[in-house]
């Protein structure tokens, strides 16, 4: 599978570089933190934390630039980075959850729109699913719901004790606020489905 990237862009170069040099140190520090585990004996796996490359002050310096000069509104004079691609969930896995759990009138708007291919689960163990659910047919980073992970016999408490375990390397290894964090499960570059911040 090719190496695929997001490309993150702003025109506010302190506060972009500023995230980029969080994003680089949280992976950094995650990855360390993954080989302490393991180290120790603890059974905690980390989430995947998308690996970022390249800042650039002018984006059309970088080395992306004549394809990123085709794009339609494209800002030129804009600044950014380079951040590894959450690839969705495949095809299969897309095509059984849509059947699962929408209603047979949501499953076809649900199939015949593009954003079933790009279907990443936003892990929410907080939360049962709304009575709505089975007739959203939005599949773009939609909920999986703590109903939906047990009824799939997902791991419910591996989940939470990674969950709760990078909340805590956030804060205190990172010195990161981490509101707005969201949990993701995606493919990784070999396909197989993995646990993403």
Request: aromatic fraction near 12%; hydrophobic fraction near 35%.
């Amino acid at each position: 599978m090719p190496p695929f990237r997001v490309t993150k862009l702003s025109r506010d170069t302190k506060r972009l570089f500023r995230e980029y040099k969080i994003h680089k140190k949280v992976d950094t520090i995650f990855k360390a933190m993954s080989k302490e585990l393991t180290i120790c004996g603890l059974d905690i796996d980390l989430p995947f934390v998308p690996e970022c490359s390249g800042f650039y002050p002018n984006i059309s310096s970088s080395p992306c630039s004549e394809t990123l000069k085709h794009l339609k509104g494209f800002p030129a004079d804009a600044s950014g980075y380079f951040m590894e691609y959450i690839r969705p969930l495949n095809e299969h896995h897309t095509k059984y959850l849509i059947k699962r759990y929408l209603t047979r009138s949501a499953q076809c708007q649900a199939l015949s729109t593009g954003q079933s291919k790009h279907f990443l689960a936003k892990v929410y163990l907080g939360d049962t699913k709304p009575l709505s659910d089975a007739w959203n047919t939005n599949m773009h980073d939609r909920p999986a719901y703590l109903d939906h992970l047990l009824a799939e016999r997902v791991e419910v408490s591996y989940l939470a004790a990674s969950m709760g375990a990078t909340l805590a390397i956030l804060h205190w290894s990172c010195g990161v606020d981490a509101r707005g964090v969201e949990f993701v499960l995606g493919r990784d570059a070999r396909g197989h489905v993995q646990f993403w911040l």
